[in-house]
């Protein structure tokens, strides 16, 4: 399996057999093999949009593990300010670091960066189309709960349509015998091109816009956060914010069971009252952030294999 120098930009550029593997090396990191494994390497962490989790996740990953960050979190305080073209930008970083982990609002930005890049890039979510560094710690976040992906029902809640993080684990699911749920408003379902890939590919999967309409029991249940910021029309936000509020008798239709994930941050998709109950595990699966982008900087960088 070939990971070294390799750009990480969509989960469609992975097999199954290639996710199984990335689960099981963020598996041994987690248990503490690889324990410094990043040493005397170099991050660019480019961030020309808002992050805590992804940004901070990398950050530590690196430095955790005797690697150094150098990078900006905020694209006002770099030369983009100044006209910069984002491929200049690129050519110049890469004579900075060994691996390049960038967060960009224009869809394809992450592509052409890789396309430029003498590193490897890693995706950490471009405008509304992928984030498959966040799928590849979810799926790893599921595998450590059921101890497997074959066999599970999940269902993914709220802003199906800009949501990167549910583009990205629904394509990947597709790779195994997951049965898939899609709950939305009917102006925010998961994109007509995702919907058909499934559809071409045999996945199992049902479109509902309530809660109640689930039939059976759930897994995993991953909500998402209405992305306010992607909408052209406020009013056409303002039309569908709040239209999910989990708490537990919504937990309760779902079969009492099901483990709730969210990508975070969380605005009021989810009642603090579910925090503290069992089926919670989305502080968990932020935390997972760290061992999964470790195995993914060592592997793309040569240093864990
Ligand atoms: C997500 C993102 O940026 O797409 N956050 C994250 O990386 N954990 C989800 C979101 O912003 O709603």
Same mark, same amino acid.
């Given at each position: ?36 494994? +990043?040493? *005397?390497?170099?991050?660019?962490? &480019? ?5 805590? /989790? @992804?940004?901070? #996740?990398?950050?530590? =990953? ?86 497997? +992906?074959? *066999?599970?029902?999940?269902?993914? &809640? ?5 949501? /990167? @993080?549910?583009? #990205?684990?629904?394509? =990947? ?133």
């Amino acid at each position: 399996m070939e990971f070294n120098q390799r750009s990480i930009i969509s989960i469609r550029d992975f097999s199954r057999e290639e996710i199984e593997f990335v689960v099981g090396k963020a598996l041994e990191v987690k248990q503490g093999r690889w324990h410094d494994a +990043l040493s *005397g390497k170099v991050l660019a962490s &480019l961030f020309f949009e808002p992050s805590t /989790r @992804t940004r901070l #996740s990398f950050d530590a =990953a690196m430095v955790s593990m005797g690697g150094r960050v150098v990078g900006f979190a905020d694209a006002g305080v770099s030369s983009t300010k100044k006209g910069e073209s984002l491929a200049d930008t690129i050519r110049t970083v890469t004579g900075y670091c060994d691996v390049i982990a960038m967060r960009h609002p224009v869809e394809g930005a992450a592509r052409l960066a890789s396309e430029v890049a003498g590193v490897p890039v890693i995706n950490a979510g471009d405008g509304a189309n992928q984030h498959p560094t966040q799928t590849f710690l979810d799926l790893f976040t599921i595998h450590e709960e059921f101890g497997r +992906l074959d *066999g599970l029902k999940v269902g993914m &809640l709220g802003d199906l349509k800009y949501g /990167r @993080t549910v583009h #990205s684990l629904a394509k =990947a699911l597709s790779l195994f015998e997951v049965e898939q749920v899609f709950i939305s408003p009917p102006s925010l379902r998961m994109p007509e091109g995702i919907i058909e890939e499934l559809r071409q590919g045999g996945t199992a999967f049902q479109e509902v816009e309530e809660i109640d309409q689930v039939q059976g029991a759930l897994d995993v249940l991953y909500v998402t956060r209405i992305q306010k910021e992607r909408f052209a029309d406020f009013q056409e936000y303002e039309r569908v914010a709040g239209a999910y509020r989990l708490g537990h008798r919504e937990l309760s239709a779902l079969g009492g069971q099901c483990r709730v994930m969210h990508p975070l941050p969380r605005v009021d998709e989810i009642k603090p009252e579910v925090d503290s109950g069992g089926n919670a595990i989305y502080f968990r699966q932020a935390h997972n952030g760290i061992p999964t982008r470790q195995a993914l900087l060592g592997l793309v960088t040569g240093t864990i294999s």
